[in-house]
């Protein structure tokens, strides 16, 4: 048998899980368009960036 429950860390990962995935495709594209090397570390950054601000978004309505 599976546990068929929802667990709060299922709720919040699907919450956050747009800004993660945005902000990890637009930080790795402007990091390499500006830097041009290492777009990992852009995608890193913009991956965290992006849940801080669409958290943050969400609050905010």
Known sequence: MTD???S???IL???LAPGFV???LV???VW???VGR???LGSVLGAFAGTASWYAWLRFI
């Open 32 to 34: 390499f368009l500006a």
């Open 13 to 15: 990962i699907a919450i």
């Open 8 to 10: 709060f860390l299922d």
């Open 38 to 40: 290492r777009w990992w």
């Open 22 to 24: 945005f902000g990890a």
């Open 27 to 29: 930080g790795g594209a």
């Open 4 to 6: 068929a429950s929802i």
